[in-house]
């Protein structure tokens, strides 16, 4: 397609995307380099049932109300949110790198800060769950491929199930089940011997329930795209390697797993995009005080009593940063095949 | 027979009649709050109102919604249902009117302790108060020949008499859920000890002191008695494992009281054996390691005034003395309406009035504060770092969001 057609083609969408996401990520730029203003406060008594009057502070509606007015954005603070320690906290960083002398120990003070801990937990996830849930994918489209054709129906819905049911639910169902309770955490309680062994907690086995619960999550979504591809499988090909004398894992290794390349980087994109925005599952397992990702970031700071909009706003910049960097390669090469193209 | 029927029909309605005469209102009334059997009751009394649509949607969430949906103009919701920690929050996006006027017009019947002022103005009228106290089970105390305890410190011994005595695994409860539910935990403690959250007469925090290092330590010595799941478990979950028999002693809300022994599932041994008693102190304080808190309703700012005065009649109604007459209902809370005679279930809310127990503090940047504690906490009582590792975390992560909402210079 030539490129003047390509534009008129893509137009609509162009126009869509720029409405729908372009614009709202300039919105949450604007809110992250903007804070509130600064609070007029007062003294006041507050009187309340049972515990009778007490001097409080509040604040000065009216003085805060001019401000506002005044400027409406709030006010102007740059860099400063991105670089304080709820983010990427570079004064603390700096002191931590003074001050360790060992690897460890700045690893530890870095895992200290909420933005540094976050990540720690979400590369781990995306290393082990984005390789693993492809493979089990992969393993899952193989198995349910070679059934006999009455019973890949009912298979393909058991497979996909995991997906089909919401992310929070499907976290809440296993976080029952690993409480020392419930049936997988007593049964560890059994065969671990000791009464008061918890899975919940324990930080690296909360992460690997996580981590399990990832693959569980993602293998379907793996398993669809590679089973669709196993379908336009050449038969050729694959005969002439069995005469060849090539054995199932031969045929596997030299005929289908090339054959699906192409699908396997399309479906560790999305995986690796997933991944990156790890949430439900956190939630769901009440692992906040083991694991944090951005998103959950984001979500504790607009659900707490007073709401940090500038903070979540900055948390979720860099998450787009994050994906960005995370995605790169590929973008890199699309430029390339788009000059190619020229 | 047919004089009866008449009889009947015109009596039910006169009553009907009656009812309608009592609330009557002008305009829209949307009602928006949180999710628990004694708020239901309100809501429902409410909606008897008539003369205009009266709306409620009730959630555990009210909190994520009630802000945005009463910051435009004009706003969705006419009321919240709020707390002394929640209040804040809408007072400091002035999203909720002074109620003077209105109380002086439609006042009548309120008592003058169920007024929240602030400065002068009437921010909320509360309908219920509440507090976390003990909740033990007498017969497992017995059983392990102990006395009631009466502070923290006497709580670890029956502790330990009860788990060497083998009676149960993990005594103690506590709604120690990394977040919210563990930085009140904490508050509790902390203002036992008596620590003060702020330097005084500004937003710097101060709970990197004495106060706070021993709030901790006591905290990590009850965590020792509980179950090993305890930084998961919100106060759903401890209620839950408390009427499975599974928990001796824990301080919990007193609004959860009188569902200990009615909800279903609860076994003979926790129905017979389940008593309360007034909060703990610690440390040799005489202020008891506990929060006192409201529950009340608010009218939005961002409505016109014929809204305003219906909002303020529906909900006048739904905390009328009226309401309480229902054994059910009066049960469920600790209910600051005029008539109403504590319950049994109510007498650790009202110690903890009298032992001078402090009210959760109402001010603009308590609420960032919290969620510091909440997220940093954990990872002390994980023994992952040092108390003052932690509380000095708190202060820094408080800080960074105080100077963000420009508390904090």
């Not at chain 1, 700096?94 to 690893?107: D, L, N, Q, V």
């Not at chain 1, 192409?262 to 083991?290: C, Y």
């Not at chain 2, 901790?216 to 478990?233: G, R, V």
Request: a negative charge.
């Amino acid at each position: 397609m030539r490129h003047k057609t390509f534009l008129w083609f893509f137009l609509p969408t162009g126009a869509a995307m720029i409405l729908f996401i372009f614009m709202p990520i300039i919105s949450v730029l604007m809110q992250s380099v903007y804070a509130p203003h600064e609070a007029v406060l007062e003294e006041v008594e507050n009187c309340v049932p049972l515990v009778g009057c007490t001097i409080e502070t509040k604040i000065n509606q009216d003085a805060t109300a001019a401000l506002r007015e005044a400027e409406p954005l709030g006010r102007f603070v740059g860099l400063e949110i991105y670089k304080d320690r709820g983010h990427l906290a570079t004064e603390e960083v700096k002191a931590a790198w003074a001050e360790s002398e060992t690897w460890g120990e700045f690893r530890e003070k870095l895992t200290n800060l909420p933005f540094y801990r976050a990540m720690g937990f979400t590369l781990t996830f995306i290393i082990f769950v984005t390789p693993l849930g492809i493979i089990l994918g992969l393993a899952i489209a193989l198995a349910v491929n070679s059934l006999h054709r009455h019973l890949k129906g009912l298979m393909i819905f058991f497979s996909l199930l995991p997906m089909i049911v919401t992310p929070l639910i499907g976290s809440l169902v296993l976080f029952w089940m690993i409480d020392s309770r419930g049936i997988i955490g007593s049964a560890l309680v059994g065969l671990v011997g000791d009464p008061n062994f918890s899975l919940k907690a324990s930080t690296g086995l909360m992460w690997v329930a996580l981590i399990v619960y990832g693959i569980w999550h993602a293998a379907p979504f793996g398993f669809v795209v590679f089973y669709a591809g196993l379908q336009t499988l050449p038969k050729d090909q694959l005969e002439s390697a069995q005469i060849d004398g090539a054995t199932r894992w031969q045929q596997i290794r030299y005929v289908v797993i090339p054959h699906l390349m192409p699908l396997v980087t399309f479906v560790g994109l999305i995986q690796l995009m997933d991944n990156f925005k790890i949430f439900e599952p956190i939630v769901g397992f009440q692992a906040s005080a083991h694991a944090t990702s951005l998103s959950w970031i984001i979500y504790n700071d607009m659900s707490g009593e007073t709401r940090q909009l500038s903070a979540a706003s900055a948390t979720s910049v860099l998450t787009i940063l994050g994906v960005a960097i995370l995605l790169s390669p590929v973008l890199v090469r699309t430029w390339h095949d788009f000059k190619g193209a020229k | 027979m047919y004089f009866k029927k008449i009889a009947l029909a015109s009596s039910l309605a006169l009553f009907a009649g009656g009812a309608a005469q009592a609330c009557e209102v002008g305009a829209r009334v949307n009602i928006v709050g949180n999710e628990f059997a004694a708020i239901q009751a309100v809501v429902e009394k409410a909606k008897e109102c008539s003369g205009a649509e009266i709306e409620s949607n009730l959630t555990a969430d009210h909190q994520k919604i009630n802000l945005a949906g009463m910051q435009g103009n004009p706003a969705e919701y006419t009321t919240a249902i709020v707390a002394n920690s929640s209040i804040v929050a809408l007072m400091n996006d002035d999203v909720v009117r002074p109620l003077n006027d209105l109380v002086a017009k439609h006042g009548d019947g309120l008592s003058d302790t169920q007024l929240i002022r602030v400065g002068g103005d009437i921010m909320a009228v509360a309908f219920m108060a509440n507090a976390q106290h003990l909740m033990y089970r007498k017969d497992i105390l017995e059983q392990a020949g102990v006395e009631v305890p009466t502070t923290y410190e006497e709580m670890l011994e029956v502790a330990e008499a009860i788990r060497s005595q083998g009676l149960v695994e993990n005594p103690v409860g506590g709604a120690y859920a990394a977040g919210w539910n563990l930085a009140q935990e904490f508050n509790n403690m902390f203002l036992g000890y008596g620590g003060e959250h702020f330097k005084a007469g500004s937003a710097e925090p101060n709970v990197n002191s004495e106060a706070g290092i021993k709030a901790l330590n006591m905290m990590k010595a009850l965590t020792e008695y509980m179950n090993p799941d305890y930084l998961t478990h919100d106060s759903n979950a401890t209620n839950a494992e408390y009427r499975a028999g599974n928990i001796a002693v824990m301080h919990m809300w007193g609004s959860r009281a009188s569902q200990q022994t009615t909800t279903e599932g609860v076994t003979d041994d926790v129905k017979n054996g389940h008593a309360i008693a007034g909060p703990l102190t610690v440390g040799g304080g005489e202020i008891p390691a506990s929060t006192l808190w409201w529950d009340g309703w608010t009218v939005a700012k961002n409505v016109s005034d014929e809204e305003a005065e219906a909002t303020f009649l529906a909900m006048k109604n739904g905390i009328a003395p009226s309401l309480i007459e229902d054994d059910e209902v009066a049960k469920l809370a600790v209910w600051l309406i005029a008539g109403y005679e504590p319950t049994d279930d109510a007498k650790g809310v009202f110690a903890a009035a009298q032992k001078g127990t402090k009210a959760y503090p109402m001010l603009p940047y308590m609420g960032l504060l919290h969620t510091a504690l909440g997220n940093e906490l954990a990872d002390f009582l994980q023994g992952k770092e040092s108390a003052e590792q932690a509380l000095a975390d708190v202060e820094a992560a408080y800080t960074a969001a105080a100077k963000e909402k420009g508390f904090l210079q």
